[in-house]
C-alpha cells in the first residue's frame, strides 16, 4: 500500500477513513465528527451505512450535507430515508456494484440485516462488515448450525477479493464465541490489516483478541477509545 491513510475510530463500529483525495465514514453511530466534515475542503466525503440497525445508522447524517453540500452517500436498501431534496443517495443491495467518484463499491450479504462494503479508493480496497459475522450464540443446535452454515457460504463467496483493511466484528455478548466470526474471516481471506469493531463500552474485549491473535497472518490494530486515531 503506497499511499497513505488516516482511521479514526468514533464508536462501535464507526470509523472515519481519510485517504489522498477522499473521507469515508463507516456506520456512524456516535461520536465528533464535525471539524472533520470542516477539514480538508477539497476532499470528497462519502457516508456509508450497512444497514439501518440504529448502532450502525443514526439519522443525523442526513444533516451533515448542510455544511458540505457533495457528500455522497452509500445506504444498504433497507435504509428507508424520508424524501430528502438535494441529497445524493445511492442505495445498493447484496451483491451489486456502484462506481462513484473514483470509488468502486461491491456489497456483500449480511447475515443479520443489510450488507457488508467492499471499496476501493486507488489501489487501497476496505471491507466494513456491518454485521456480518457468525452470530454463534448459545442456541439449539440447528440454530447453530444454521448460523456457521449461513457464514461460511458468505465468507466463501469473498474469498479471492483482496483485502487491504477489515473491520469486522469481535463481540463480547457471544461469550466464549467472541472471536469465532473473526478468526474464520482471517483464516479465509488474510487481510493485511483486521480491525475489531462492534464491542461499544467493552475495548477489553479486543486486547483479549489481541493477545489471541499474536501470531496472526493479518495485522491486529486495536483501537480502543472513542477519538483515536492513526496514520498508515
Same mark, same amino acid.
Given at each position: 500500500?503506497?499511499?497513505?491513510?488516516? +482511521?479514526?475510530?468514533?464508536?462501535?463500529?464507526?470509523?472515519?477513513?481519510?485517504?489522498?483525495?477522499?473521507?469515508?465514514?463507516?456506520?456512524?453511530?456516535?461520536?465528533?465528527?464535525?471539524?472533520?466534515?470542516?477539514?480538508?475542503?477539497?476532499?470528497?466525503?462519502?457516508?456509508?451505512?450497512?444497514?439501518?440497525?440504529?448502532?450502525?445508522?443514526?439519522?443525523?447524517?442526513?444533516?451533515?450535507?448542510?455544511?458540505?453540500?457533495? +457528500?455522497?452517500?452509500?445506504?444498504?436498501? #433497507?435504509?428507508?430515508?424520508?424524501?430528502? %431534496?438535494?441529497?445524493?443517495?445511492?442505495?445498493?443491495?447484496?451483491?451489486?456494484?456502484?462506481?462513484?467518484?473514483?470509488?468502486?463499491?461491491?456489497?456483500?450479504?449480511?447475515?443479520?440485516?443489510?450488507?457488508?462494503?467492499?471499496?476501493? #479508493?486507488?489501489?487501497?480496497?476496505?471491507?466494513?462488515?456491518?454485521?456480518?459475522?457468525?452470530?454463534?450464540?448459545?442456541?439449539?443446535?440447528?440454530?447453530?448450525?444454521?448460523?456457521?452454515?449461513?457464514?461460511?457460504?458468505?465468507? %466463501?463467496?469473498?474469498?479471492?477479493?483482496?483485502?487491504?483493511?477489515?473491520?469486522?466484528?469481535?463481540?463480547?455478548?457471544?461469550?466464549?464465541?467472541?472471536?469465532?466470526?473473526?478468526?474464520?474471516?482471517?483464516?479465509?481471506?488474510?487481510?493485511?490489516?483486521? +480491525?475489531?469493531?462492534?464491542?461499544?463500552?467493552?475495548?477489553? +474485549?479486543?486486547?483479549?483478541?489481541?493477545?489471541?491473535?499474536? #501470531?496472526?497472518?493479518?495485522?491486529?490494530?486495536?483501537?480502543?477509545?472513542?477519538? %483515536?486515531?492513526?496514520?498508515?
Amino acid at each position: 500500500m503506497t499511499n497513505s491513510m488516516r +482511521i479514526k475510530y468514533l464508536y462501535h463500529s464507526g470509523f472515519l477513513v481519510e485517504t489522498n483525495t477522499n473521507l469515508l465514514i463507516f456506520d456512524y453511530y456516535q461520536g465528533s465528527v464535525d471539524s472533520l466534515l470542516k477539514e480538508s475542503p477539497n476532499k470528497n466525503i462519502f457516508i456509508f451505512s450497512s444497514h439501518s440497525h440504529p448502532d450502525h445508522y443514526n439519522p443525523i447524517i442526513l444533516e451533515w450535507h448542510k455544511c458540505r453540500p457533495n +457528500i455522497q452517500y452509500i445506504f444498504s436498501n #433497507d435504509i428507508n430515508v424520508p424524501s430528502q %431534496q438535494n441529497i445524493n443517495i445511492n442505495f445498493i443491495a447484496p451483491y451489486q456494484a456502484l462506481k462513484i467518484g473514483n470509488l468502486s463499491i461491491k456489497a456483500y450479504n449480511s447475515t443479520d440485516l443489510g450488507v457488508a462494503f467492499l471499496v476501493q #479508493d486507488e489501489e487501497i480496497r476496505y471491507f466494513h462488515a456491518g454485521d456480518l459475522n457468525w452470530w454463534y450464540w448459545i442456541d439449539t443446535p440447528e440454530e447453530m448450525m444454521k448460523a456457521e452454515k449461513n457464514f461460511k457460504e458468505e465468507i %466463501q463467496k469473498i474469498k479471492g477479493e483482496a483485502i487491504d483493511v477489515a473491520f469486522f466484528p469481535v463481540d463480547p455478548r457471544l461469550e466464549l464465541n467472541y472471536s469465532a466470526g473473526a478468526e474464520y474471516f482471517i483464516q479465509e481471506l488474510t487481510p493485511r490489516i483486521f +480491525i475489531p469493531m462492534h464491542f461499544a463500552d467493552s475495548p477489553d +474485549i479486543v486486547t483479549k483478541f489481541e493477545t489471541k491473535m499474536k #501470531d496472526s497472518p493479518s495485522r491486529i490494530i486495536k483501537f480502543s477509545q472513542k477519538g %483515536q486515531e492513526l496514520i498508515l
